[in-house]
């Protein structure tokens, strides 16, 4: 049997603690897809198409490395029907701190009952990248600060662009 995992988020924009969870999980799946959130109500950075665009680059290089396949689409379901629809067996899911795992054990214990079967696999954050979180670069891309460290090159690029800094 082959196993396809769903990987869903905001990823407003995508970093490298989003990339290191999608290159782990890609050791364990066969086909790793990634949902990219949109959601009435909350007002992004970047359109999903753009977000969709920047996760891109970054995803091909570690599935082609992993030797697996991938593939990047926008849901506005939840997350349970979303992987689903795409054919996943499991959710991924990144914990970086407790704020973290209250949510998440929360979110699967209600996922598991109105999804049996389907199970959620979460990756302890690394702890090159535990701290990195998409609101703060965000924040510091906004205010003309270096974010280089956090995200890769196309990312840095984009934000440059958007806050002319
Ligand atoms: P959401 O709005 O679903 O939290 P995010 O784009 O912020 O969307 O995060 C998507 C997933 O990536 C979540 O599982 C989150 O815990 C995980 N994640 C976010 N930042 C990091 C990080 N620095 N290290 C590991 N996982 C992370």
Do not use: C
Request: hydrophobic residues 45%; charged residues 25%; glycine residues 10%.
């Amino acid at each position: 049997m082959t196993v396809t995992g769903f990987f869903p988020g905001s990823f407003d924009p995508v970093h490298r603690g989003h990339l290191d969870i999608v290159a782990r999980a890609l050791g364990l799946v066969d086909t790793l897809v990634i949902g990219v959130g949109v959601h009435d109500g909350k007002k992004p950075l970047f359109p999903a198409e753009e977000r969709i665009k920047l996760l891109e680059d970054g995803v091909a290089v570690l599935a082609e490395k992993a030797g697996k396949k991938f593939a990047i689409v926008p849901f506005d379901n939840l997350a349970v029907d979303a992987a689903r629809e795409n054919g996943a067996q499991i959710i991924i899911r990144g914990l970086r701190d407790s704020a973290d795992y209250n949510y998440e054990a929360r979110m699967d214990g209600m996922n598991a009952e109105m999804a049996p079967g389907l199970e959620t696999v979460f990756f302890n954050a690394s702890p090159q990248t535990r701290h990195i979180a998409a609101s703060l670069i965000r924040q510091i891309a906004e205010m003309g600060g270096d974010v280089t460290h956090f995200v890769p090159e196309n990312v840095a690029e984009a934000l440059q662009k958007k806050f002319g800094t």
